[in-house]
């Protein structure tokens, strides 16, 4: 396969790898001397370096065509790439070379009587030579057919039966197929010899004779479950886990060797033939965690005889069979759920005395959609100081109650001191201390007083010790609750770094996150794989390492549902008001212009702090020939930036909201505007709309002018600008007492009616608004924007910024510039 095959961008990216001076084109060029043919001359090497006196110029895409036009091949490539130990470029190549590798036909399970023949056919695309291995199970097949891309059995016989599986092999790239099962069957009228009849005799139904009986396994376990059927054609099965088909397992019999969590579920097999469908009973499975945890145990003295007790109720349990640990209902067995489910997304950049960074945009964003998909109710706040950070985690805290998770993401600067973690803001100033930052540990001390189910305490900001700040801080005492998850995006005494991109910035830590946040299992064992993902980055190993601290003894995972019971139904309406509070938008407003021009302002949320406000000609007289309607004059509280104001679209507005590739074209375009730090509002937002027109009869342009006034969209209601009051008790003695909040023993419906300053949002809301007339966003939607009257311009299926991030097949060959941009100092 020739260069030339490659794809532009796959050119310039390597070309780009290239053009250095220590491990680059020209050592490139010397190792490729020792072919004749891809000997370059001084004249030719001297006409490559050249390409750096052209704007878009690159030497290593100037060799590379060289190279292309004698013809050399990818494997011609990759062994000089290999030879001047270019482990970038290598990386790069070989997964672009694998990627080129398609399998286009995919091997099909078959039945088929004794004697008959069978075979699996798998078909590949990709470039030249590619070579085939038939394997049965573990074992290659070392005949002639074993190398072909069709495999033939012929006579079968009950030594044939088995799994099977292609690899296609280029170089030392390859790809496997799926695997097919071949099974023997019985049938009256087969005969010896190899016949294209594998089903004689005549037609018949198809009727299920085992039926699949539900389980309750623990991790680790093998899982079986069968379905077998009686039919003439003989039946084919497919089986499905809540309502999804398992494209693998296409056999009478479930076999899943290793199960987890994400095993659990209903389970039901379609039986068919070429004349019958049925369908067979579902089978419910439950996982739990290892059966020797399921055990009664009682406490004893710590002497032989405890010893006795515990080893006879482990063995008893060990001898359960999966069908008497369902009907004696084990208390391990039970299902983790929430009461409910919060989270506090905050993301530092624009510092005012400190290193400016670009990931916790992106990083919030993302992380607020994946978490809503898990039903999270999400507060996301950008650029917070220190007063409203304060303010918001004192209104996080109202959120919280009995079983409730609660989870605090931060990215931004931040450092470790004795043990204590310290969140930044972004007025910190140049030498600042603990009284200028936020305690992580005081939060979880006012956390577990709400007795909260889980606390996860996502932590992406560096952990270098604070050379300024001498005083050790003394959280509250932490109560016995085995239910924290602190995961660091750094070790100790380490740095956190970005990912500079052309496009957008990610953290290291939500890059590997992201992948793995919605696999339902324990936070601990997903955390774990993000760690593992992490080490296993050539690019991460050495500089950034997760780090993990856990008292976390249930099976708490973020995907678990919610249930409300009777005693916190009252509580869980309280919140899905107040969380709605924060994220009520403006409805829709149509202004009709002296002219006969009617303008429609819509506008959405980007965080709980972004607004994002579009103006869209509605109509318009005919003796108009051009309109435009834009915003200006907005009060000095929020932060507008003029230069990306009243843009045509999104992306040019410096939203995050669409891609430009989903937004819909109407008719009449649209300009938008973005709204930030609407957490400082001190009254209601306040602007002017101006309107441009000009007549088909006149030169001139002419201007009308209309005031707006929105009211406090979004989490300006919360004045989170203002002071909490505070009670001061001697475990916080070193830190400011504005961090302290209200008592938070009280009920919600308390705290509705009696919180004074702290909340007078909440109950001055209540008092004019109805429950109804608020909608609370559903926690399963997309972070995609949200308007009252016409939700069609903005729809789109997919999130927002997944093509901008980290890709996940790439985490080792992007090419990654670190800077130190989450230092504390």
């Given amino acids: ?115 008959s023949k069978v075979v699996l056919t798998c078909h590949a695309s990709g470039p030249t030579g590619l070579s085939y291995q038939w394997f049965r199970g573990k074992e290659e097949i070392l005949d002639e057919t074993g190398r072909s891309p069709e495999l033939t059995l012929c006579p079968l016989s009950p030594t044939h039966q088995g799994h099977y599986i292609c690899r296609i092999n280029h170089g030392e790239n390859c790809i496997f197929s799926q695997w097919a099962h071949v099974r023997l069957v019985r049938s009256a009228g087969s005969s010896p010899g190899c016949s294209s009849s594998l089903f004689p005799g005549s037609v018949s139904g198809l009727h299920i004779i085992c039926q699949p009986r539900s389980r309750m396994s623990s991790e680790g376990d093998v899982l079986i479950l069968e ?5 003439n054609p003989p039946a084919q099965y497919e089986w499905y886990h809540n309502s999804v088909p398992m494209s693998q397992h296409k056999t009478c019999s479930l076999n899943i060797p290793c199960v987890t969590t994400a095993d659990r579920g209903e389970y039901r097999c379609k039986v068919f033939n070429l004349y019958h469908e049925v369908w067979s009973d579902t089978a419910t499975v439950t996982i739990g965690p290892s059966s020797i945890t399921d055990a009664s145990w009682v406490e004893v003295d710590r002497g032989l005889e405890s010893e006795e007790v515990h080893r006879s109720a482990a063995y008893h349990t060990l001898q359960q069979t999966p069908e008497q640990q369902v009907d004696g ?119 577990q007083k709400k007795e909260t189910g889980l606390n996860v305490f996502l932590l992406d900001m560096c952990r270098k010790r604070n050379p300024h700040d001498d ?108 969380w709605a509070v924060a994220h009520v938008l403006p409805e829709s407003h149509y202004l009709l212009f002296d002219c006969g021009v009617k303008v429609q302002l819509g506008f959405a949320a980007e965080f709980s702090n972004i607004m994002v406000i579009y103006t869209r000609i509605l109509e318009k007289p005919q003796e108009i020939i051009s309109c435009t309607a834009q915003l200006t004059d907005f ?44 957490q400082r509002l001190r009254s209601g937002l306040t602007f002017t709309v101006c309107l441009h027109y000009t007549y088909s009869n006149m030169d001139e342009e002419v201007q009308e002018r209309k005031p707006v006034t929105v009211g406090k969209p979004l989490v300006s209601k919360l004045n989170l600008h203002e002071p909490r009051p505070s009670h001061v008790s001697p475990a916080y003695s070193s830190v400011s007492p504005d961090f302290l909040s209200v ?75 670190f800077s130190d941009n989450f230092h504390s100092y």
């Fill in 1 to 115: 396969m020739n260069i030339s095959t490659l794809k532009e961008d796959v050119l310039n990216k390597l070309s780009k790898m290239l053009d250095n001076s220590t491990c680059g084109w020209r050592q490139l060029a010397n190792a490729a001397s020792e072919h004749p043919r891809f000997h370059c001359s001084e004249n030719e090497l001297t006409s490559c370096s050249l390409q750096v006196l052209s704007a878009a110029g690159s030497p290593g895409r100037a060799l590379l065509a060289r190279l292309a036009d004698r013809s050399c091949s990818l494997d011609f490539l990759l062994h000089y790439l290999r030879k001047i130990d270019h482990q970038e470029a290598v990386q790069f190549l070989t997964t672009t070379v694998a990627e080129l590798i398609q399998i286009t036909v995919q091997p099909q399970s078959q039945q088929a009587t004794g004697g």
């Fill in 227 to 231: 379905c077998k059927a009686e039919a």
């Fill in 329 to 447: 209902q084990l208390p391990s067995a039970k299902n983790v759920y929430a009461t409910d489910k919060v989270a506090l997304l905050i993301g530092n950049m624009n510092y005012l005395h400190h290193t400016q960074l670009c990931a916790p945009i992106s990083d919030v964003h993302e992380l607020t959609n994946l978490l809503r998909q898990m039903d999270f109710k999400v507060v996301s706040l950008l650029d917070l100081n220190w007063q409203e950070m304060h303010s918001a985690v004192t209104e996080f805290l109202l959120l919280l109650d009995k079983g409730v998770y609660g989870l605090l993401y931060f990215a931004g600067h931040g450092y470790e001191n004795f043990g204590n973690s310290f969140m930044v803001p972004i007025d910190a100033p140049a030498s600042y201390t603990s009284e200028h930052c936020l305690c992580v540990q005081n939060i979880l001390t006012r956390m």
């Fill in 471 to 578: 005083v050790i801080v003394q959280p509250g005492l932490l109560k016995v609750t085995a239910n924290i998850v602190f995961g660091y995006a750094t070790c100790v005494d380490a740095e956190a770094y970005e990912v500079k991109r052309e496009d957008v910035s990610n953290g290291i830590f939500i890059s590997f996150l992201k992948r793995r946040v919605c696999e339902d299992e324990k936070v601990t064992v997903m955390l774990d794989r993000v760690a593992e993902d992490m080490g296993r980055c050539q690019i991460t190993r050495g500089r950034q390492a997760l780090e993990l601290r856990s008292n976390l003894s249930e099976r708490r995972s973020l995907t678990d549902r919610i249930k409300q019971t009777s005693a916190c139904s009252a509580s869980y309406s309280a919140r899905n008001l107040q």
């Fill in 635 to 678: 009060p000095q509280d929020v932060d507008v930036d003029l230069k990306k104001t009243n843009q045509e679209t999104l992306l040019e507005a410096g939203s995050l909201l669409l891609i430009k590739e989903n937004l819909p074209s109407p008719e009449v375009p649209s300009l938008y505007t973005r709204i930030r730090s609407l």
């Fill in 743 to 817: 008592s938070e023993s009280c009920s919600f419906a308390q705290e509705f009616d009696s919180v004074d300053s702290a909340s007078t949002t909440w109950s001055n809301y209540t008092k004019t608004c109805s429950t109804s007339s608020i909608s609370p966003t559903t926690p399963r939607s997309a972070n995609i924007p949200e308007e009252t009257d016409c939700p069609e311009l903005f729809y789109t299926p997919q999130p927002l910024v997944a093509s901008k991030s980290l890709p996940h097949s790439q985490v080792n060959d992007t090419n990654y510039k």
